[in-house]
């Protein structure tokens, strides 16, 4: 006898069905937000990896500045310079010379993308500012102790531009010679001092701040941070022959006898835009050289015949000068800090004041850094 087939109607397979669909819904949602999350995460980091970049570029600025700008730029050119930060964002710096010391800087930071996101951007703006030392120059020569001038001698304070230099301050005559209260001036044959007035006292030319330390402000340079950022670093000792150093066109500023162009051709020769800081650890003795920038000297300065500096020369010690041929265009300026006599000059020596050879000489030779207050934009 045939079973009788009866129809029997059950819920395993809808509620199969069902959570298969369910959690096949919870399994797209989730791997829909986890997708999400890791987008704006990658995003996010690569939105910070960009900031970092900008600030980055900013921050070359500085480390990679090439002090020759700071003389040769006009108001409104555009340097531009490529990096590529530790994590492989590329940034691009575009420095503009404004009016005076300035720069302004604009520091793009871009990320690169994928087939999941896109890259990122960032524009960070900064202005910066020639740190120029802010030295209390008094005269042709400024001396903490006695002066002592015999032969022929010509100290100059009436203010000259040099054949050929730029960038120069307005003229302002000074003294020719600046000294101590307490110190005196003893005169010699055939001698010239002239200037504003000829000679004259100062409680500034004992003050050892005035040799030492430039300007007032915290963080200020001091003869010390100058010394730091010396070019050319030397010990005591006697050097002859420093003379510009040309190869290929290019100034070669590796060596220690290369001591810059004071001269001014044309066209315009390598070396005429190199002022390097001279740090000598010892007393000095040159002869038969040239030079401009700044010459720092820990001990006494001999001139010993036919050198000539266009510049700043401070010594901690005393300045001495022998034989012919000696010239420094721009200022000196002696501590005496061990003895009486803190400038001797005999010979043949003319020390000739000039605002725009000691402008040049500290501004070519200082690097820049951001000005204070509100310095740093966020461009986007």
Not at 141 to 164: E, F, Q, R, Y
Not at 300 to 313: E, H, M, Y
């Amino acid at each position: 006898m045939n079973a009788t087939m009866r129809s029997r109607e059950g819920m395993a397979l809808p509620m199969v069905l069902g959570a298969i669909t369910l959690i096949g819904t919870l399994i797209a949602g989730v791997m829909y937000l986890a997708t999400q999350d890791f987008r704006v995460g990658a995003n996010t980091l690569n939105e910070a990896r960009a900031e970092e970049a900008a600030e980055y570029g900013l921050n070359r600025v500085t480390t990679d500045w090439d002090l020759s700008k700071n003389l040769t730029t006009v108001a409104g050119d555009t340097l531009r310079k490529t990096y590529t930060d530790p994590a492989g964002a590329t940034v691009n710096v575009f420095v503009t010379r404004l009016n005076g010391p300035y720069f302004w800087a604009v520091s793009e930071g871009q990320t690169r993308g994928n087939s999941l996101q896109y890259g990122s951007l960032r524009r960070h703006g900064s202005l910066f500012r020639i740190n120029t030392p802010s030295v209390s120059i008094l005269g042709a020569v400024t001396a903490a102790g006695n002066v002592k001038v015999s032969g022929n001698i010509t100290l100059n304070g009436n203010d000259v531009t040099p054949s050929g230099w730029t960038n120069c301050p307005t003229l302002v005559n000074m003294p020719g010679s600046v000294i101590s209260p307490t110190a005196t001036v003893s005169v010699n044959g055939s001698v010239s001092v002239s200037g504003n007035p000829p000679t004259m006292t100062s409680a500034a030319a004992a003050d050892t701040n005035t040799y030492f330390k430039y300007g007032s402000a915290p963080g200020s340079p001091t003869y010390a941070s100058l010394a730091a950022l010396a070019n050319i670093t030397i010990p005591g000792g006697t050097y002859n022959g420093m003379a510009p150093a040309v190869s290929s066109g290019t100034c070669q500023t590796g060596g220690t006898n290369n001591w810059g162009d004071p001269v001014r051709h044309v066209p315009a020769a390598a070396c005429e835009s190199y002022f390097p800081i001279i740090h000598v650890t010892g007393d000095l003795k040159a002869t038969n050289g040239t030079g401009q920038g700044v010459l720092l000297v820990d001990g006494d300065f001999i001139k010993a015949g036919n050198f000539s500096f266009s510049g700043l020369i401070i010594a901690r010690g005393t300045i001495r000068s022998s034989g012919n041929g000696n010239a420094v265009t721009g200022a000196e300026m002696a501590a005496a800090i061990d003895l009486g006599d803190a400038v001797t000059l005999s010979g043949n020596v003319t020390v000739q004041y000039s605002s725009c050879t000691i402008a040049n000489a500290l501004a070519g030779s200082s690097n820049l850094m951001r000005t204070k207050g509100r310095a740093w934009v966020n461009l986007y």
